[in-house]
């Protein structure tokens, strides 16, 4: 045993580089920061477990992008380590054809 610490595993899941937010698997507070492709991102906000944070800045009217599919269109600008969800993204799922 050589007495190295163990790696600390990734708390957060990103997927596709052209992906514009995150998932986080733990719990953030705000403040927290997290190493995203070369990037420092702290988080404005507090993020629950399942939910999303913006890895970049996202424009109003910019789909928002998780696993590489759009899975919304931001509702404002949302600034990278924002807290990602129903308060700033209109969903996709329920469009009619």
Not at 46 to 51: K, M, N, P, R
Not at 81 to 94: F, I, M, P, T
């Amino acid at each position: 045993m050589t007495g190295a610490a163990s790696p600390q595993p990734r708390k957060w899941l990103w997927l596709h580089r052209e992906d514009n937010v995150a998932m986080a698997l733990s719990d953030f507070a705000a403040g927290n920061a997290v190493q995203i492709d070369g990037s420092e991102i702290v988080l404005k906000d507090a993020v629950e477990y399942g939910h999303k944070f913006a890895v970049r800045d996202i424009r109003e009217g910019q789909p928002v992008t998780k696993y590489a599919e759009t899975i919304g269109v931001a509702s404002r600008d949302i600034s990278a380590g924002e807290h990602v969800h129903v308060h700033n993204v209109k969903s996709l799922r329920a469009r009619k054809p």
